[in-house]
């Protein structure tokens, strides 16, 4: 049986999309999306990224 209330996650929409770090467009359910959290100032900071190669970017940037 199919529950069609079951897409949690997928209600993304252009207003509460995260912006890619690297190229600033908006990710709405990018399958190649990647988060990257870290302790910044003793709290956990989340950065996202539209791709691998972005987040490569920022990483070397
Ligand atoms: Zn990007």
Redesign the pocket.
């Known amino acids: 049986m199919v529950d069609p209330t079951s897409d949690i996650g997928e209600d993304v929409t252009e207003e509460n999309a995260p912006e890619?770090e690297?190229?600033s467009?908006k990710i709405i359910q990018s399958t190649s999306h990647r988060v990257v959290s870290e302790i910044e100032d003793g709290r956990a900071v989340h950065h996202h990224?539209?791709?691998d190669d972005?987040h490569d970017e920022w990483l070397a940037a």
Do not use: E
């Open positions: 890619c690297q190229c467009s990224f539209c791709s972005c």
